[in-house]
């Protein structure tokens, strides 16, 4: 099982450019720029005498701040450190045979698989169709397997499953016995989140999984926190049994007050909504890419007649991003980029025309 290359390993690339890695822009991890909400730094330097104690092993103040935030069963949700142990520990209890990913998508899915000895399957997205999701997954979902595992919005494509395709998928899911998971990471980034989540399908549907991660909007990957949802009791009892105790340390476990932040909400809805805006009219512009309208606070982009190493090129301007040619699916020609502040984002935009016009 070979490991996956992620973005945002800016520590390598310091070490390679001999420079210190607050010198270079990281444009591979997708991360909100705002950095974390300033009243959870604030808890976390007050609080530093909690990891003198354990934490608590059943993470109750963590796990009732999610239910109040999406009015959930308590009962129906499992925290991990970071969504990728929720994926792992989820697709462990789940045992699947067979199963059904998408490509490109997250690596970690096809890693968490391969571990239990899974079969895995792709639905291959199609470049013609921006790499949406389309009725055709529909025609290959049968009994033959036991989980389809989706990502909405997709990483790297940024794009997401229509709401009615995705009910189309859960009941068709079910009609064949097969598990369905949705990875919901990225979600909060979206224009509509409420709208598009899957979560209010979880109380009716039990072969529904939902992940989550507060690494991502809430700027914490270095904290690794992450949660699912069923209402699979069964399922969420033998995960329960198997897991390592204390895997989210206790200042992790204090995050669950970064979800009742309403004003760090509002000022990064305000940033995603006008930078993604911004950012996706001037790459339009250049007609040397093709940009993919993005949904996530991350964009892919597809060079058209200049095949240079667009990474290797950027890095020599101290700019990190994404290469895609690692995802099933996709080549050397696609890139992935993160939506940072404005200022970042014009930084990037004059550093791409330059690589591009000027050789
Ligand atoms: C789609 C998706 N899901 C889950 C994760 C993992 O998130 P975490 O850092 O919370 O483990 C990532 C990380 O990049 C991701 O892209």
């Known amino acids: 099982m070979k490991k996956v290359k992620h973005g945002g390993n800016i520590y390598e690339i310091a070490e390679k450019l001999?420079?210190?890695?607050?010198?270079?822009?990281?444009?591979?991890?997708?991360?909100?720029?705002?950095?974390?909400p300033n009243a959870f730094k604030k808890a976390l330097i007050e609080n530093i005498d909690i990891i003198e104690n354990y934490p608590d092993p059943e993470y109750n103040s963590l796990v009732k701040a999610i239910g109040k935030e999406h009015q959930i069963n308590q009962n129906y949700i499992t925290v991990g450190n970071g969504a990728t142990?929720?994926?792992?520990?989820?697709?462990?209890?789940?045992?699947?045979k067979r199963s059904l990913i998408l490509a490109p998508t997250f690596g970690e899915y096809e890693r968490a698989l391969m571990r239990v000895g899974s079969k895995v399957e792709y639905f291959y997205l199609k470049e013609g169709n921006?790499?949406?999701?389309?009725?055709?997954?529909?025609?290959?979902?049968d009994e033959s397997f036991d989980l389809v595992i989706l990502c909405n919005p997709n990483n790297?494509?940024?794009?997401?499953?229509e709401k009615r395709r995705l009910i189309k998928i859960l009941d068709?899911?079910?009609?064949?016995?097969?598990?369905?998971?949705?990875?919901?990471?990225?979600?909060?980034?979206?224009?509509?989140?409420?709208?598009?989540?899957?979560?209010?399908?979880v109380e009716g549907y039990n072969h529904l999984y939902i992940i989550k991660a507060l690494t991502k909007f809430y700027a914490l990957p270095g904290l690794r926190i992450g949660y699912g949802?069923?209402?699979?009791?069964?399922?969420?009892?033998?995960?329960?049994?198997?897991?390592?105790?204390?895997?989210?340390?206790?200042?992790?476990?204090?995050?669950g007050m970064v979800l009742e932040d309403e004003s760090y909400k509002k000022e990064s809805r305000q940033w995603i909504l006008a930078e993604r805006k911004a950012f996706f009219d001037e790459l339009k512009k250049i007609?040397?890419?093709?940009?993919?309208?993005?949904?996530?606070?991350?964009?892919?982009?597809?060079?058209?007649?200049?095949?240079?190493?667009?990474?290797?090129?950027?890095?020599?301007?101290?700019?990190?991003?994404?290469?895609?040619s690692n995802?099933?699916?996709?080549?050397?020609?696609?890139?992935?980029?993160?939506?940072?502040?404005?200022?970042?984002?014009?930084?990037?935009?004059?550093?791409?025309?330059e690589v591009l016009y000027e050789g």
Request: aromatic letters at 8%; proline letters at 4%; a neutral charge.
């Open 130 to 141: 921006d790499f949406c999701v389309d009725d055709d997954i529909l025609k290959v979902i």
């Open 172 to 201: 068709h899911c079910k009609k064949n016995h097969v598990h369905l998971m949705i990875d919901e990471a990225f979600i909060d980034f979206v224009d509509e989140p409420k709208k598009e989540t899957m979560l209010s399908y």
């Open 156 to 161: 790297p494509t940024s794009q997401i499953v």
């Open 327 to 353: 995802y099933n699916n996709l080549d050397e020609v696609f890139y992935r980029i993160a939506i940072k502040d404005q200022a970042s984002n014009t930084i990037f935009i004059k550093a791409l025309k």
């Open 85 to 96: 142990e929720v994926i792992f520990s989820m697709i462990a209890s789940l045992k699947p």
């Open 229 to 255: 949802i069923t209402s699979n009791r069964e399922l969420l009892e033998d995960m329960n049994n198997h897991k390592e105790p204390w895997t989210i340390n206790s200042y992790a476990a204090m995050a």
């Open 18 to 36: 001999g420079v210190q890695k607050e010198e270079i822009i990281d444009f591979s991890a997708n991360i909100n720029p705002l950095g974390v």
């Open 287 to 324: 007609d040397q890419i093709k940009v993919y309208k993005p949904n996530g606070n991350y964009i892919l982009f597809k060079l058209l007649q200049n095949k240079k190493d667009m990474k290797e090129a950027l890095l020599k301007k101290r700019i990190l991003i994404r290469s895609c």
